[in-house]
C-alpha cells in the first residue's frame, strides 16, 4: 500500500513537472510576442539627421541652379513618408535660364519638404522676389514640384519696381516660374504692361 503510494506521488509529481514545463514554454513564447509587439509600435517619428547652420548649393552642368540657407534642418526618413524640415526658416536664390546672372529669391520663417511627393511647404511671412523685380508676400506658399505649381488660399500681396500692388485677397495659383499667375479676388493698381500673361 506504502508502495502504491509512493508510485502515485511519483508519478503525479512527474506530471506536474511536464505541465510546468509546458507552461512556462507558453509563459515565454507569449513575452516574446509582446516585445515583438511593443518593437513595431516604437516610435521611429525622430530626426535620423540634423545640420545647423546648413548651407547646400545644387549644380547642373557645372552651373548654380540654386543656393539654400538655413539655421536648422531636420530629416525624418525612418517613417513611410520621409521630410525634411527647416523648424527657424529658410532663405533660397534660384536661377534660371532666361535670367541666369540675376536669381530669384525666397524666404520663410518654416519650410517641410515631402520627399514622396516631392512637394515643398513654406509658412511665416513668406516674401518671394523674382529675378524679374516682383515681390510676392503671403503668409504661406504651396510648391508642388512634379506639377510645376505654386499657391495658396492666403492674401497675397504684389508689388514691382514702379510701384504698383496688387492684392489678392483670396490666393493665387501660378506656375513655379512665375510665368503665368491667376489671381483670386483681387484689387489694387498694377500696370498690365508688367504683368505675365494670367491663366495656366
Known sequence: MIFKISNISNHTALRNKILLSFLMLFVLHSCDEDITKRDRKKNTNF??????????????????????????????????????????????????????????????????????????????????????????????????????????KDTVFVSDQDGNILVGANGMVAKDDFTEYTFYNNSGQFNTKGLPKTGL
Do not use: C
Open 47 to 152: 530626426a535620423s539627421q540634423v545640420i545647423h547652420n546648413a548651407k547646400i548649393i545644387q549644380r547642373d552642368s557645372g552651373k548654380v541652379k540654386v543656393r539654400f540657407d538655413a539655421p536648422l534642418l531636420e530629416k525624418y526618413e525612418l517613417i513611410d513618408s520621409p521630410y525634411v524640415e527647416a523648424k527657424k526658416g529658410i532663405y533660397l536664390e534660384y536661377f534660371d535660364k532666361k535670367n541666369p546672372k540675376v536669381p530669384g529669391k525666397i524666404w520663410a520663417k518654416y519650410a517641410k519638404y515631402d520627399e514622396k511627393k516631392d512637394f515643398y511647404f513654406a509658412k511665416g511671412r513668406v516674401k518671394i522676389v523674382t529675378n524679374e523685380g516682383r515681390t510676392f508676400v503671403t503668409e504661406s506658399i504651396n510648391w508642388d514640384k512634379k506639377n510645376r505649381k505654386m499657391y495658396t
